[in-house]
């Protein structure tokens, strides 16, 4: 169970369909019951600065003992160093490998695979296929997700993350045919985000759509019973999760 964390000019929003829709007073996260902490910078470009995001990066590495992954604005080998330094373990990129893919190998040969998320936005689109889209949902580019995520990992992503934009928000569930094509075509673990709006949700995530991992940044106000609520339903239901 992975919590995605949004920021919009520094401060904690939830996003619907790709667009900060509601801010939280409170950025709160048990660290000892989530598997792993994704946090991403959504700020429109010249509507804020990146100061209070990389104060965010900084706080949660120093208090949350899981691994953390950060994104948002990524563009050169300096990007990624910064992050790095801030404490994350690891880099979601999103727009610039779409832009110049070899910046994924770029990134996988300075600082190995495991450090690197792709990062895959897609909506669907008329009989039953998909497409990729870039720059924060706004700007689709041709992409098939499943031939991107193939070239991703050919070119050194160790990880995807996959959005289905459509569900950004909705507490529908997850996209599951789209999360199980990518799943069946890539041999990495793939993190699935957008739609979860229950416990079951999860479950399906896990067990039809094959996810390595379920994401989610709404369902839960980052408190601790819901946390270790959702992982006492897995639990239940079969599923080996950390308890914490």
Known sequence: MITVLTFNDGVLFRTKLFEPDYRYTHNFVDSWAIDEIVVLDVTRPGKGDRAGFNRAVGDLARTCFVPLAAGGWIRTLDDVRDYLALGADKVVINTAAVDRPEFITDVAQRYGSQCVVLSIDAKAQEHGNYEVFASQGSRPTGFDPVEWAQAGVELGAGEILLTAIDRDG?????????????????????????????????AEGLSVAGAAAVCTQNIYHFTETSVRSAKRFLHEKGFSVRRG
């Open 170 to 202: 909705s507490l529908r569930g997850y996209d599951l045919t789209l999360c199980r094509k990518v799943v069946d075509a890539v041999p990495v673990p793939v993190l699935i985000l957008g739609g979860a709006g229950n416990w079951q949700h999860f």
